[in-house]
Structure formats: C-alpha cells, structure tokens
C-alpha cells in the first residue's frame, strides 16, 4: 500500500510517498481502505513541526481526518462489519465524558500516526459511521472541524434558538458552526477577509457578514447588530490577535470557545472578569459528541461545504491550497 509521511516535518515539500506492506487486523481492530481525507489548519503546524510541545515525531503519517470502508475485521469486533462505511475519532480513547490525559496524547497525525495512508487500522472503539446521505468525501471532513464546532456549541451549554453565534472566518471549523448553529435555530454573524466570501456564507445561512478587513473594529459591529447586547457565542478560531475582540464583541455573560491560534498578541484578562465572559477551551470532542452530531447531520441533511478536491498523488498541493487560504469550508484529497 501506498502512504504519506514526514521524514524531518521541515514544511510540505517534505511530504514523502512510501509503500509498505497492508496492515493485518489484529483483536479488536478493524482494517479500513481509505476513500478520502481532509486537511485542518493544524496539518500544516504538524507539517512545520510547529503542532505540539515535542513538535512533529520523524516519519509521522500525518492528517486525522478521513472516511474509509471496512475491509477486514479482527476477532472480537462486534461495533463495524466489511462494508460498513468510517471515520476514525480525532482522539482515539476519548469515548465521552471529559477528555483523559491519555487519549490528549492519542490524537491521529499529531501524537500518533494519522491516516493519510491506503489502508489503516483503527481499534474498534475509536470509530463512528457516516451518515447515509454523505459521500466519503463530505464524511472525511468531519472529525476534526465539524466535532469541534459542535462541541463548541453544544459540549457545555448547549446553544438555544434565537441566540446569536458570531464566527470568525470562513475556515473549516467556523463554516460548521455556521451551519450546525443555522440548523438550532440561532442567529449567525459571520467575520471573513473577503466580501465574496461572505456572500458564500450568507448562502449557507448567515444572517449578517462583516468584512473584518474594512471593519477592523468588527466587535463594534457586532455589538450594533444585536442591539448593543452582544453574541451569546463567540467561535474563537483566531487566537491571541482576535481574542481582545472576541470578548468585546461577547455579550455579558457570553461564551467564548478558544478554539484557534490563528494570529498572535496579548490579552488583558480584565475584560474577561468584568463582562462575566465564561471562556472554554475546547480540543475536538470525544466519539459520543461525533455520534450525536451525526445525528443531526443526517436530521437537517446538512452538507458540509467542500472547496476543492486533490487526488492523493497531488497531496502537497491539497496542502498548499489550504496555506492559500482562499478556501471557504474544506480541502479534500480523494484516493485514487
Ligand atoms: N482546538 C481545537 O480542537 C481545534 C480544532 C480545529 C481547529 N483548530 C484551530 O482553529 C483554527 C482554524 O482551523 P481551521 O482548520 O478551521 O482553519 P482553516 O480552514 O485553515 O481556516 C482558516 C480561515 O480563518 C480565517 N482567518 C484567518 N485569519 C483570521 C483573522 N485574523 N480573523 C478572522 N479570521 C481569520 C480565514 O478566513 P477568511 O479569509 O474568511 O477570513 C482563513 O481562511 C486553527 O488555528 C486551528 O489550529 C483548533
């Protein structure tokens, strides 16, 4: 079989084609053919050695995110029969409940090698099934992006209808929280660099879009459209250089899931006691988030939104797309 990996992870010209022999299931586990893969932001840290405290692990195959078909199944697999159609969890051992130290090491294509490969092995707890009306290349973009939008959402609190979310950006997370908040029955602000952009998600459900480029005081108006209150959720993808913003543009009370470390800066942590802003951190989500999200994928047939789709031979350009950052939604690679 055919794979990627990183030999040194000194950018994405390091991205290396290998063959090895398949994988043979052993107990528990279930041998899945790869059909198609997505790309997060944090693909292009691990590619740069930039993901993590001990950086990237030399020859790491890399990306979390992808659909496949069961092939083979060891002894003892009683949770996914041949044909049923996958996608592994981001955080393998993170059943539900709060995150374990453990399974924060057990992130595919960050602690341990990921699946950017023809066939791979996943233990049997760590997968869920793709809702039926998805292809394998829309279920491929679920694990990372979509489950923590959702956990965003609805993790702690869980977003009520008539709240007002703002998203920050039209990346691959901020794109699922639009539509999962939609779908609940809120109010979506969106945030982008590009008025075409923001067309695109007010199509998808928007209510109002704000060109951050041409409004650099964007939390201001935000705060104007809600009527000086604020958004009850603020999906954070931007990091340090957005946060400050972020808090004001919250209402009192409102929470802010830290999600992203898109930009850099400083924080006054002042505003965040005066304002009562309840901050979450938030790192995915476990496999009874991805399942409950699954449901309501397939109850409001929601779509997530690809941007382009490479072939696996093209895996350097589907990254260097995504480094673009001209997508709205997600970067796919389909196998060949
Ligand atoms: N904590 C977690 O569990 C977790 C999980 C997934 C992702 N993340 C993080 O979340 C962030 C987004 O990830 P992703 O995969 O969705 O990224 P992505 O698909 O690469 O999207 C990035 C988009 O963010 C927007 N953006 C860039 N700078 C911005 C700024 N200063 N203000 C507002 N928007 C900005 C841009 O869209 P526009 O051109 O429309 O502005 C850009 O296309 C990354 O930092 C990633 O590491 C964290």
Same mark, same amino acid.
């Given at each position: 079989?055919?794979?990627?990996?990183?030999?040194?992870?000194?950018?994405?010209?390091?991205?290396t084609?290998?063959?090895?022999?398949?994988?043979?299931?052993?107990?528990?586990?279930?041998?899945?053919?790869?059909?198609?893969w997505?790309?997060?932001?944090?693909?292009?840290?691990?590619?740069?050695?930039?993901?993590?405290?001990?950086?990237?692990k030399?020859?790491?195959?890399?990306?979390?995110?992808?659909?496949?078909?069961?092939?083979?199944?060891?002894?003892?697999?009683?949770?996914?029969?041949p044909?049923?159609?996958?996608?592994?969890t981001f955080?393998?051992g993170?059943?539900?409940?709060?995150?374990?130290?453990?399974?924060? @090491?057990? $992130?595919?294509?960050?602690?341990?090698? =990921?699946?950017? #490969? /023809? +066939? %791979?092995?996943?233990?049997?707890?760590?997968?869920v099934?793709?809702?039926?009306?998805?292809?394998f290349?829309?279920?491929?973009?679920?694990?990372?992006?979509?489950?923590?939008?959702?956990?965003?959402?609805?993790?702690?609190?869980?977003l009520?209808?008539?709240?007002?979310?703002?998203?920050?950006g039209?990346?691959?997370v901020?794109?699922?929280?639009?539509?999962?908040?939609?779908?609940?029955?809120?109010?979506?602000?969106?945030?982008?660099?590009?008025?075409?952009?923001?067309?695109?998600?007010?199509?998808?459900?928007?209510?109002?879009?704000?060109?951050?480029?041409?409004?650099?005081?964007? @939390?201001? $108006?935000?705060?104007?459209?809600?009527? =000086?209150?604020? #958004? /009850? +959720? %603020?999906v954070?993808?931007?990091g340090?250089?957005?946060?400050?913003?972020?808090?004001?543009a919250?209402?009192?009370?409102?929470?802010?899931?830290?999600?992203?470390?898109?930009?850099?800066?400083?924080?006054?942590?002042?505003?965040?006691?005066?304002?009562?802003?309840?901050?979450?951190?938030?790192?995915?989500?476990?496999?009874?988030?991805?399942?409950?999200?699954?449901?309501?994928?397939?109850?409001?047939r929601?779509r997530?939104?690809?941007?382009?789709?490479?072939?696996?031979?093209?895996?350097?350009?589907?990254?260097?797309?995504?480094?673009?950052a001209?997508?709205?939604?997600k970067?796919?690679?389909? $196998?060949?």
């Amino acid at each position: 079989m055919q794979f990627y990996h990183l030999p040194k992870a000194e950018g994405i010209d390091d991205l290396t084609l290998a063959e090895a022999p398949e994988p043979e299931p052993q107990r528990g586990q279930v041998k899945l053919r790869m059909r198609a893969w997505s790309l997060n932001y944090r693909d292009l840290m691990v590619a740069t050695g930039r993901y993590g405290v001990g950086g990237t692990k030399p020859g790491l195959i890399p990306l979390s995110d992808g659909a496949g078909e069961v092939v083979a199944v060891g002894p003892d697999v009683r949770r996914a029969r041949p044909g049923d159609r996958i996608c592994p969890t981001f955080m393998q051992g993170w059943l539900g409940g709060e995150v374990i130290a453990e399974a924060r @090491q057990r $992130a595919l294509g960050g602690g341990i090698d =990921g699946v950017l #490969a /023809d +066939y %791979v092995l996943v233990d049997q707890e760590d997968l869920v099934h793709i809702p039926d009306h998805l292809s394998f290349e829309e279920a491929a973009t679920l694990p990372c992006a979509a489950v923590t939008a959702w956990n965003a959402l609805f993790g702690a609190r869980a977003l009520r209808p008539g709240e007002t979310v703002l998203v920050l950006g039209s990346g691959g997370v901020s794109v699922f929280a639009l539509q999962f908040a939609h779908a609940a029955g809120a109010r979506v602000i969106a945030t982008s660099s590009s008025d075409a952009k923001l067309a695109r998600l007010r199509a998808l459900g928007a209510a109002d879009g704000i060109n951050y480029r041409d409004t650099p005081d964007w @939390q201001e $108006a935000v705060r104007a459209l809600t009527g =000086g209150r604020g #958004a /009850d +959720y %603020v999906v954070e993808v931007g990091g340090a250089g957005t946060l400050p913003r972020s808090i004001a543009a919250a209402r009192i009370g409102g929470q802010v899931a830290l999600i992203g470390v898109l930009t850099g800066g400083q924080i006054d942590p002042a505003p965040i006691m005066r304002r009562n802003i309840v901050l979450r951190g938030i790192f995915v989500g476990s496999r009874e988030m991805f399942a409950a999200m699954n449901r309501a994928i397939t109850h409001h047939r929601i779509r997530p939104q690809i941007d382009k789709v490479f072939a696996f031979a093209q895996a350097r350009e589907a990254y260097r797309h995504l480094q673009a950052a001209g997508h709205v939604g997600k970067v796919v690679i389909r $196998a060949a």
